[in-house]
Every structure is written in C-alpha cells, then in structure tokens.
C-alpha cells in the first residue's frame, strides 16, 4: 500500500524565516504527490502537485516543493515565512486502487509562524 | 461555479440518534470521496464513491455507518445510533471522472458533535 509520513507534528518558525514541512513516501511505481493546507475551521486546500517532470513544483501562495526520488521525499518550502501562513499541512499520495485511484493523507503538520 | 457543498457545517446528536451528512459534488465532478478527521489527527479515508456504486468502503467502520451517491442529488453519509467517539469533522471531496489524479477538491466539512 502507499503511504506518507510527515516525521513533524508541528513546526515554528519567525516570520520571514524559510520554512520547511518534511514529507517522505513509500509508493510502488511512479509517486503522484500532492500537498494541501487546511486553515482552522476549514476544508483542505490544494497547494501543489507532482505528477511528472520537473522535481522543483511551485504552488499556491508562494510555496514550492521538491521531489527527490533517492530520498523518497516531497518536503514543502517557502523562503519566507509568513503568520498567515500558520495552518494544518498534509502531504499525500495516490493511490491506484484495482483501476481507481484515492488519495492517502499523512497525519498532518501544524505550522505556527510567530512574528 | 460552486465548489464542493456540504451541510450541514455543524450538526449535533445526542447519542443513539442518526446522523445524516450530504455532500453535492462539483459540477462535472461524479466522484466523491468521504473523509474523517478526529480531534488532532490526520484525515482517514472512509469510502469512494461513483453515481449509484460504492468503489471502495474499506475505511468505513463495519457497522453503524453507510454512503451512497444517488443517480439524481447529493451523496450521504449515515451514522445510525451514534456515539460520543463518531464526534469528528467529516469532509467531502469530489473528483472529475479521470479520478484524482490531479487531486480533489474539498467541501468546507461537516462537524458532527455527539452529546
């Protein structure tokens, strides 16, 4: 089965700091990634994919991710941290499920930027 | 365009009672997918959906709960006599029919308190 780990159950950093969500897979085949945010009270948000091509993926609100496939890892970055930045993040990974496919979620990492 | 829909947002039973979550897709999105999230966890996957067939229930707890996505309306979630630990978030994202490959979309979720 796929999975994702998120080793981090939460995150500080200062505001304009870089920031780093760590994320690793275990996938057979070829990984289909995705990162999303959920902001208290709300549903998840898309951030980013990586289906194919190049490793470096930008996303929404300045994020970016890298796929780095000899350490089975898709940590999201920004370079400059923001407090309205402070969410639940979760990696996830796809599932191929007998011709269908699901996502699955790692446990979540919750990211406080501090001014 | 409106997003994935789901209601209602809060909802409160008192234990031994039904609870029922809708969920209305994105238009031309006609895969639906239920998660849970418990109090300071990571989302679970519950069950898959298509019109009028259930693809994949394995997260579903054996008894109590049930889905369905009907030919004409919303997809639902049942929770028949519930307990103080079915109190969760649950959330709902839809698909286009060439699945998640390209990631779903979420609904603002439903909270379920259990009193």
């Known amino acids: 089965a796929q999975s994702v780990a998120q080793p981090e159950d939460q995150v500080n950093v200062a505001e304009g700091n870089p920031l780093t969500v760590k994320c690793t897979y275990s996938v057979s085949g070829n990984p289909y990634l995705f990162w999303y945010v959920q902001y208290p009270n709300r549903g998840l948000q898309f951030l980013l994919k990586y289906i194919t091509g190049d490793n470096l993926v930008k996303g929404s609100y300045g994020f970016e991710a890298e796929f780095n496939k000899s350490q089975t890892s898709f940590h999201l970055n920004k370079p400059s941290a923001l407090v309205s930045d402070s969410a639940l993040y979760f990696c996830a990974v796809r599932e191929l499920v007998g011709g269908y496919n699901k996502l699955i979620f790692g446990a979540g990492t919750r990211l406080a930027v501090h001014p | 365009n409106a997003g994935v829909m789901q209601n209602p947002r809060h909802l409160v039973r008192r234990r031994g009672q039904e609870a029922r979550l809708r969920c209305s897709p994105m238009?031309?999105?006609?895969?639906v997918y239920w998660y849970r999230q418990l109090p300071e966890e990571g989302l679970k996957f519950m069950v898959y959906?298509?019109?009028?067939?259930?693809?994949?229930e394995s997260g579903m707890p054996k008894e109590r709960f049930s889905a369905e996505f009907p030919k004409e309306g919303p997809s639902i979630l049942r929770i028949q006599q519930v307990v103080r630990g079915d109190s969760a978030a649950y959330f709902c994202?839809?698909?286009?029919?060439?699945?998640?490959?390209?990631?779903?979309?979420f609904g603002s979720g439903t909270r379920l308190t259990v009193v």
């Open positions: 959906l298509q019109k009028e067939n259930i693809i994949d």
């Open positions: 994202a839809s698909s286009p029919p060439q699945g998640s490959n390209y990631g779903y979309t």
């Open positions: 238009k031309g999105h006609s895969h």
